[in-house]
């Protein structure tokens, strides 16, 4: 998705406005302001050859598996206009058996040149015109929601909105479904771009730790920063908590984002807004946390229906009377930090008040986050996929009436964090009556591997905790969902966990068709049960 209209920019135009602590970019050993390559008009960038328009910049940078530089040709069929990359791609694309005809600029690193050169030749964040307020949101668990649930209040209050996220990426009223849940840098940059060009008024972004990681928001500034929350999740990638902390915090510099908004119910919230170096507004959401100062409480949490109201009190005495109709106090969280951070772009309290009254915007639905298949028993689809995750929703879905039950299906994605396996089983084993172990995303990985590192987890608590817990294996994963409904009542609650709106399973390499909320609806059909609507898979 890209803007129908970009102005063209020299290369000379766009890398002199780069941070000089940038790396330096040559051509055949020679800065590139001394070679008639300065003055070529570039108007895209693309870091995937398939993505190549004409009049693009291809930056090939090295990849797990293989070198970016090894697709200059299929870049320069797609209208590429030149090439950036390192040393070793330079000498790639000159050992091809197809030299290629683009010039080839060379950078040290040119994975860090990626972000800036995006938003200068897509102009997606100009400071002299109008654009939208952008908002961004990373932390472990709440992301999606916390996205949505801002979009929602910001349309209540009149203003169009866009979204880039796991579960899609909305333009307007346009929606493309997401791959990633922050797209490759060129896309950020040509997204905002063409929010722009459409005259939004704001849009939200989820910002993950791969990510933050890989550069993908890069040259990206946002008005408006959230967390979350941090729990374990992606030790794969970062090696432990600190780290992966550090890579969380690295979005509330100054440089980065305007204001940040942090919830601090625990250490590492607290640890977040300490370490920002840009202003901090804190959000207190958990009554229950030990007692500390924050701009902005959530007090007075009642249920009402499956969710909850509660009240949000502020400086100068401010209090706005709130309610979500999600379950779980986590989504009270995501709610009370939605409105926070709405509130910290400028938006008057008694303006969000209205909104909120007339609109009900922390009630809007996401796709495979606390989704309602049906009442009788309760089936619900969530994207729970880590141990904090599993033990909120868990905890949210336990019903008051006695003799209910809670099933549990859920599994582990492979070639992720194994660590967190055991720990998943275990917090299943404790919170729920049954726990069914199945497949998730196995990817590489031997699913019965996967599935035994969860049922360890599960089976060492119900041993050492004399849990009244029964734990089972059934597998594939809509065999698991089908056993679940077979043993329900009306009464029990059936939850299928970690993957929420996917829609692919992958399995060496082979993408499957499998819905859990089109899994779960049939089942319940095949069982007599009522389901709440028809659910169809998405393209």
């Known amino acids: ?38 003055s070529l008009q570039v108007t895209g960038v693309a870091v995937d050859s398939r993505d190549a328009a004409p009049g693009d910049l291809y930056i090939a940078v090295p990849g797990a598996q293989r070198h970016g530089a090894e697709f200059t040709a299929q870049a320069a069929a797609g209208g590429a206009v030149a090439v950036l990359t390192d040393a070793d791609g330079a000498a790639l694309i000159g050992a091809g058996p197809h030299p290629s005809a683009l010039p080839v600029l060379v950078a040290e690193r040119p994975r860090l040149l990626v972000g800036p050169l995006s938003a200068a030749v897509f102009a997606s964040q100009p400071a002299d015109a109008a654009r939208p307020a952008l908002f961004g949101v990373t932390g472990t668990n709440g992301k999606t929601t916390t996205t949505y649930f801002i979009n929602a209040l910001l349309r209540a209050l009149g203003r169009t909105t866009g979204l880039i996220g796991t579960i899609e990426i909305l333009a307007g009223a346009e929606a493309i479904p997401s791959t990633l849940t922050t797209p490759e840098s060129p896309q950020v940059h040509s997204l905002l771009a063409l929010m722009r060009e459409r005259g939004l008024g704001a849009a939200a972004m989820e910002v993950s730790s ?86 902005w409480t959530v007090e007075a949490i009642e249920p009402a229906g499956l969710g909850h109201r509660f009240t949000l009190r502020g400086p100068g005495g401010t209090a706005l009377a709130l309610s979500t109709g999600l379950p779980g106090t986590f989504n009270v969280s995501n709610a009370a930090l939605a409105a926070v951070m709405v509130l910290a772009s400028g938006v008057d309290p008694e303006d969000l008040q209205r909104a909120a009254a007339a609109h009900d915007p922390f009630t809007a639905q996401v796709p495979g986050r606390m989704q309602l298949i049906s009442d009788a028993p309760t089936g619900i689809v969530d994207f729970a996929h880590n141990p904090d995750a599993l033990v909120r929703t868990l905890a949210a879905v336990r019903r008051p009436d006695p003799g209910s039950r809670v099933i549990i ?31 998730d995303d196995p990817h590489d990985e031997d699913e019965a591997q996967i599935r035994r590192g969860v049922l360890d987890g599960a089976l060492a608590a119900v041993r050492a905790e004399n849990l009244a817990c029964e734990v089972l294996e059934v597998f594939p994963r809509a065999e698991a969902i089908e056993a679940a409904v077979a043993m329900a009542g009306e009464r029990d609650t059936v939850l299928v966990a970690g993957r929420g709106h996917e829609v692919w399973q992958e399995i060496k390499g082979v993408n499957h068709a499998l819905d859990d909320r089109v899994e779960l609806a049939a089942s319940l059909t095949r069982h007599g049960f009522s389901v709440r609507t028809p659910v169809a898979i998405e393209s």
Do not use: C
């Open 409 to 439: 299906v859920f599994g582990a994605t492979g070639q992720r964090d194994e660590t967190k396996r055991p720990i998943m089983g275990a917090a299943a084993a404790r919170l729920a009556d049954v726990v069914i172990v199945t497949d």
């Open 210 to 295: 791969h990510a933050l990681e890989y550069g993908r928001v890069d040259g990206v500034v946002f008005d408006v920063a959230g967390f979350t929350n941090l729990t374990q999740d992606h030790l794969d990638l970062h090696g432990d908590m600190e780290s992966y902390f550090a890579v969380k915090a690295s979005l509330f510099g100054a440089a980065r984002s305007g204001v940040g908004v942090v919830t601090v119910d625990d250490e590492w919230g607290t640890r977040m807004a300490a370490a920002a170096t840009g202003p901090v507004v804190t959000l207190r959401t958990d009554p229950d946390a030990p007692e500390a100062p924050a701009d």
């Open 1 to 38: 998705m890209r803007p129908r209209r970009v102005q063209p920019v020299s290369l000379a135009a766009a890398l002199g406005g780069l941070d000089a602590a940038l790396p330096a970019i040559t051509v055949d050993g020679a800065p590139v302001g001394d070679s008639a390559v300065a």
